[in-house]
């Protein structure tokens, strides 16, 4: 859904979409890791604890790094600009 949302925004380019979203999935898991739902007082607002969620983890990081990975690989095999 990231990705849907944010190609409405101009980057530039493919790879900036990709890189945006990589980094706002990063905002989100650093903001998980200081509890950021807790900090602002949203820890009783179960909409808001679903969304930005409240477990850290450093797998979502390396899934997350991975699959951006997979997809500028996969795009680059397609000979798409990245």
Sequence with gaps: MDVCVSRGISFGSPFGVVVVVLVFAYCVEIGQYFRFVEV??????????????????????LAYTLGWGVIWVFQKQQGKEV
């Design 40 to 61: 602002v007082g949203l820890q009783s607002n179960k909409l808001a604890s679903i969304v930005i969620g409240s477990t850290f983890d450093w797998l979502d990081l």
